[in-house]
């Protein structure tokens, strides 16, 4: 287990790239479990989640070349087992994206509850109800185990939640059903519709790409595809506030304009002075502002992976406000950590805080990065605040977000890996 030792205080200065999308690459490498043929990924972000995704896909019979490389050449001649390892699923939700195509390859398919981040809270049901939708059968009992002796059928469904990983697991299933699948109030983030890019390249028939219904023809065989991976809008959006809250300037590369602009929106909102131009997204010295409300939604609408972030960004700004998460619970509780650094936080519920700045942070002496998003946003709370912060453990940002401490530190920020 990793500490980052930060020794805050400092403004962040310079350029730094994005590679590609942590939420498209786990749905893509799930998709290449669905042929026989070779796929080819590239713009692959170097990152945990990614590395224990091919490890899972190891495990079931596939052959990988590149793996911890940007480019990745993925072949599975036969799929050898039905079962995901146990321990790698534990440490990662997308796990579940493994379902549909394992259902399609072998019939059955059996993994142990996903893990990630606060995964107790996070319901599968989606996933469930789309796959049984399509003539899986689902067994009783802890783990989830389907079968589809007769293999999976074109249907045509309603998904309940607007869930992102439940479209994704639709489509991969729905990609080698027999027959026409009609997926409504399907997801539409970008990774999304990377997907669908992909089974498209791979031989499916995917219409309505990019908007709430999908009809997917599904083919008995699907062929090998090159794939290359748009930016990370999300890691993106998290240098840009990164920058903002230390008054640094920073210029970032990869994320396209149109991904980025709903977390530009926000920051526009609060006098961050930031925007694109020449295809780089630049954050100014600024004077932030509270704005009296700032709310997540369903794309494209801000998005929930950078509400702590940006609720430490209202704790630099002048005045109050309302941070409202309504998608997930829990994703605000680890900031009631900055309490102790001297943010004015009040925690209404476990939905919506009330940030009431500017107020200048102190160190903190030890933070714990409970999940993904908020471990990044207490890092910038530590790179603001004076004094030396430690936020443990590392691994858990380091799942989405790589090379961080070189990258960090080639902004200027003052930051160690202690083992």
């Not at 990793?2 to 893509?28: C, D, F, M, W, Y």
């Not at 506030?241 to 991904?259: L, S």
């Not at 900055?338 to 002496?365: E, K, N, P, Q, Y």
């Not at 908020?374 to 790179?383: F, Q, R, V």
């Amino acid at each position: 287990m990793s500490t980052l030792l930060i020794e805050g205080g400092h403004r962040l200065q310079g350029r730094v790239s994005v590679e590609g999308n942590k939420n498209a690459a786990l749905p893509l490498l799930a998709a290449c479990l669905l042929t026989t043929d070779e796929c080819v990924l590239t713009n692959v972000p170097r990152i945990g989640d990614v590395d224990v995704m091919v490890q899972l896909l190891i495990d079931l019979g596939a052959q990988v070349e590149g793996a911890g490389t940007t480019t990745l050449r993925i072949r599975t001649p036969e799929v050898r087992s039905h079962i995901a390892d146990r321990a790698l699923v534990g440490r990662l939700r997308g796990s579940v994206l493994l379902l549909g195509p394992l259902l399609a390859r072998v019939g059955r398919a059996h993994i142990a509850p996903p893990g990630g981040d606060f995964p107790a809270r996070r319901s599968i049901s989606t996933h469930l109800e789309a796959l049984t939708a399509m003539g899986a059968r689902l067994t009783e009992g802890v783990d989830h185990v389907l079968e589809a002796p007769d293999g999976l059928k074109g249907a045509s469904m309603y998904l309940y939640e607007a869930s992102v990983t439940g479209t994704e697991t639709a489509l991969l299933a729905a990609a080698a059903a027999e027959g026409v699948t009609e997926i409504r109030h399907a997801a539409t983030e970008p990774h999304v519709v990377e997907l669908c890019e992909f089974l498209k390249k791979m031989g499916a028939g995917v219409s309505g790409i990019g908007s709430s219904k999908i009809r997917v023809e599904g083919v008995p065989r699907l062929g090998g595809a090159t794939h290359q991976l748009g930016g990370d809008y999300i890691e993106a959006g998290s240098w840009a506030v990164v920058g903002a809250i230390t008054g640094g300037e920073i210029d970032i590369e990869g994320a396209r304009e149109e991904d980025i602009e709903v977390v530009a929106a926000v920051m526009k909102r609060m006098n961050v002075r930031c925007g694109m131009r020449d295809g780089v997204f630049e954050v100014k010295p600024s004077k932030p502002v509270a704005v009296r409300r700032i709310a997540t939604g369903l794309w494209p609408s801000f998005p929930s992976d950078l509400v702590s972030l940006i609720t430490v960004l209202a704790t630099q700004a002048e005045g109050r406000t309302l941070v409202h998460d309504w998608m997930y619970e829990l994703r605000l509780f680890a900031l009631e950590q900055m309490s102790g650094m001297g943010a004015d936080l009040f925690l209404a519920d476990a939905h919506r805080i009330i940030v009431t700045g500017a107020t200048r942070l102190r160190a903190g002496r030890v933070l714990d990065s409970r999940d993904l998003r908020s471990g990044m946003s207490l890092i910038a709370a530590g790179l603001a605040a004076d004094g030396q912060t430690r936020v443990v453990p590392l691994e858990t940002v380091e799942r989405g977000y790589g090379q961080l401490v070189e990258r960090l530190q080639g902004l200027g920020a003052r930051v160690t890996k202690l083992e």
